[in-house]
C-alpha cells in the first residue's frame, strides 16, 4: 500500500511565505517523479512545479522566482517552498508521486495522489 500525505497549508498575508511537505510511504521500489499541482475554485487542476525523473526542476510561468521545488531523497519528502505569495495564488495544493512497486506480476508504474492541502493568500 502506497500512501502520500501533503502538509504545511494555511492562511497568509499576500508577500507572506509558506512550506508545503508532500510525504511518500510504503512497498516502493522506487520514486520516478513527483511534483505539485493546484486547482483553485472553478479552475482546471494545473502544474505548479515537478521535478522530473532526472531530478531536474519545472516550474508554471505564475510561480517561476517565487516558488521552489526541492526533495529529501533519503526520507522520500517533497517540499515547495512559496514565497512572495499573491491572492492568486489561493488553491489546493495537491502532491503527485509516479512510483514504482513490485506486483505478482513484474514492476508496475502508476501515479498516486495526495488528499490536498488549502492555501489561502488574503489580507
Known amino acids: 500500500q502506497v500512501q502520500v500525505v501533503e502538509s504545511g497549508g494555511g492562511l497568509v498575508q499576500p508577500g507572506g511565505s509558506l512550506r508545503l511537505s508532500c510525504a511518500a510511504s510504503?512497498?516502493?521500489?522506487?520514486?520516478?517523479?513527483m511534483g505539485w499541482y493546484r486547482q483553485a475554485p472553478g479552475k482546471q487542476r494545473e502544474l505548479a512545479a515537478a521535478l522530473t525523473s532526472g531530478g531536474s526542476p519545472v516550474y508554471a510561468n505564475s510561480v517561476k522566482g517565487r516558488f521552489t521545488i526541492s526533495a529529501d531523497n533519503a526520507k522520500n519528502i517533497l517540499y515547495l517552498q512559496m514565497n512572495s505569495l499573491k491572492p492568486e495564488d489561493t488553491a489546493v495544493y495537491y502532491c503527485?508521486?509516479?512510483?514504482?512497486?513490485?506486483?505478482?506480476?513484474?514492476?508496475?508504474?502508476?501515479?498516486?495522489w495526495g488528499q490536498g492541502t488549502q492555501v489561502t493568500v488574503s489580507s
Open positions: 503527485k508521486a509516479n512510483i514504482v512497486t513490485r506486483t505478482t506480476t513484474g514492476l508496475k508504474r502508476d501515479d498516486y
Open positions: 510504503g512497498r516502493m521500489v522506487d520514486i520516478a517523479a
